[in-house]
């Protein structure tokens, strides 16, 4: 785990302000081989940001995925970025396909202790799952901060396209073959506010090559990068993350 120092709080930066680093792009050969440490994103952090975030690298660990109350298949590093990325986002928080609600949560939480206001937009749409993420978020009482919208993801997209809803943080974890990729990234210019992020979980899969029928997110967000709107910064734990540049 990356040697993290915890500093709090960190400074509440825009992130349409912040000049980060950037990685290339892996190789589809390289995707899966090796799962890259959570390390600060934005350049004004140095530690964890706070306890609930600190907390997280200290979960206990099996095959890779953190172990917690909630079933979930986040690596340390996923849920340390998906923390981080909630923290600082620049507007309201969307995400596809929420589970058990272990994302949700971890969403949710950096989003109140941020203090700024931001609210998680969670479509799932799996009755069920709807039901599961929903008493998850509730148990951690995060409700206030949390609205579940059922549905398929492209129509509820649609619809919050049509309201004018433009959010700062993207989570992409529901359908990942490369169709229901393809039409998120088509979607993001108009869902995503400039210097926002999207965080792609499961692009970093050898899946893309085993199976890459079910497995598309690589190639939809090579297809997004060829927007000049939009960069790859880095790979974390299993996830590519993008930002829409900065306005
Ligand atoms: C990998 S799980 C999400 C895990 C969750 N993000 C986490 O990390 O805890 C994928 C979820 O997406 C939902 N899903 C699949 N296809 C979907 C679609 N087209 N629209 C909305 N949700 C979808 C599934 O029902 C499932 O709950």
Known sequence: MWALRHRQPAEPVQQSAIAIKSDPIPAVDDLGQVFPEYRPIHPTLSGFIDDAHAAIASLPVRDGLIQTETPGFLRPADALALYELAWFSNADILELG???????????QAARNAGRGRRVVSVEIDP???????RTIRRRGLSG????MPGEAAT???????????????????????PATATVCRAL???????GMALFHDFNDTRHRTEPD????????RTLLEDYRFRY???VGCCGLVQRLPA
């Open 145 to 148: 901060g949390f609205r579940l």
């Open 128 to 134: 069920q799952f709807q039901r599961l993420t929903a």
């Open 156 to 178: 509820v997209i649609r619809r919050l396209i049509d309201k004018h809803r433009r959010f700062g943080l993207v989570f992409v974890d529901h359908d990942h073959s490369g």
């Open 233 to 235: 910064l880095r790979t």
């Open 214 to 221: 079910a497995y598309g997110v690589y190639p939809a967000v």
């Open 189 to 195: 210019p108009e869902l995503m506010r400039p210097g």
């Open 98 to 108: 929420s589970a058990w609600g272990l994302s949700t949560s971890i969403l949710c």
